[in-house]
């Protein structure tokens, strides 16, 4: 039987400046956080489905199988048959392409998975034929993406996108997340220009980075630390304080790094080049009086934040004295995005 019904999507990536750390029961978060979602840093997929007489999946990755991916897909989606009975009658063909590397300091599963809940959200009102309006349908793949990646819950929305309750914004909850549109102008179309020290898969995943905050020395004052940064943060944010939002966000990456290190095992994703970036950011701040700030994610990679009036200066300081002084080193401009694109969809 030919191809019922076909969905496409495209879902960007997202870097967090209140960084989400430390997780229970099912995949809710142990403290608030928010972050940037991307314009550039983006997963296409598109899944057609066709009647079959047991649920089956193919997944291509950038056009060539990959079973640990399908193995992941698979999974997840095992323990979303309740919810969506038809994937025991259906053969599911998922295609899957990225505009950026693997392990390049971008969060492939928060563009992946939130860009798999889209398609899958949008079948799922092929086949009922129930359709969601707009907004409940947002925080319906939101709410799904939480449960495959929680970071992924995030970038469902465009602008800055909350996730996890906190005093600061009402809406904001454990189960899904929503946008943040209080914002200062500044913010609208911030640069991210990610510098890549090191490509490489890294040694110790995030799952099991957020399995070792249960046991963490450290647990019960992050979680309160990082609620109260959000809060600032979300202060700096409305006002456009940028010398706030400086040293809350770097102070969030340093501190996710420092749990890591602190963690029991403990363990170190840093490299000696993310620490020399971190003093040539600090040191052009202050020479050059650039409100440019870095933050990491769980990687070695530093993503360099700054304001769109600032991008021809600090992207030909990367360009020209960067990457002179650090052989070797790759970058990719981004900034803030527009949120998931539908380019398609058709019987
Ligand atoms: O969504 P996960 O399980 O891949 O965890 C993401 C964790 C960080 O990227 C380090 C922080 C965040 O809030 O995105």
Not at 241 to 247: A, I, P, R
Not at 270 to 293: A, D, G, H, Y
């Amino acid at each position: 039987m030919g191809t019922e019904f076909t969905t496409q999507w495209t879902s960007p990536s997202n870097i967090a400046l209140v960084k989400y750390w430390g997780k229970f029961g099912n995949q809710m978060p142990e403290n608030p956080s928010i972050s940037f979602t991307l314009k550039h840093s983006v997963t296409t997929l598109s899944m057609s489905v066709t009647k079959s007489s047991v649920g089956t999946i193919r997944f291509l990755f950038e056009g060539m199988e990959n079973p640990k991916f399908q193995d992941k897909i698979s999974k997840f989606l095992l323990t979303q048959q309740i919810r969506f009975p038809w994937l025991a009658n259906y053969h599911l063909e998922i295609h899957s392409s990225n505009t950026f590397p693997h392990s390049s300091g971008i969060a492939s599963s928060a563009s992946s998975m939130s860009a798999l809940c889209l398609s899958l959200l949008s079948v799922d009102e092929f086949i009922t034929g129930k359709k969601f309006e707009t907004k409940e349908f947002f925080k319906n793949v939101s709410e799904l993406s939480r449960i495959a990646s929680g970071s992924a819950s995030r970038s469902v929305y465009p602008g800055l996108a909350s996730w996890g309750e906190s005093s600061a914004i009402p809406s904001s909850s454990n189960l899904f997340a929503s946008q943040f549109s209080e914002a200062h102008d500044v913010f609208k179309d911030y640069c991210d220009s990610i510098l890549i020290v090191d490509d490489g898969e890294k040694s110790v995943s995030s799952r099991a980075g957020h399995g070792l905050m249960e046991n963490h020395p450290f647990k019960d004052q992050r979680f309160l630390r990082a609620k109260n940064n959000l809060i600032k943060l979300i202060a700096a944010l409305k006002s456009g304080d940028l010398n706030s939002f400086t040293e809350i966000v770097e102070e969030e990456a340093l501190t996710l790094h420092a749990l890591m290190m602190t963690s029991i095992p403990s363990y170190i994703l840093l490299r000696p080049e993310s620490l020399w970036l971190i003093e040539q950011v600090k040191k052009f701040r202050l020479e050059k009086n650039i409100p440019v700030c870095f933050t990491i994610d769980a990687g070695p990679n530093i993503h360099l934040l700054y304001p769109q009036s600032y991008k021809a200066t600090v992207r030909s300081w990367i360009e020209a004295e960067l990457s002179e002084k650090l052989v070797g080193i790759k970058w990719i401009h981004d900034e803030v995005g527009p949120g998931p694109v539908s380019v398609v969809e058709k019987c």
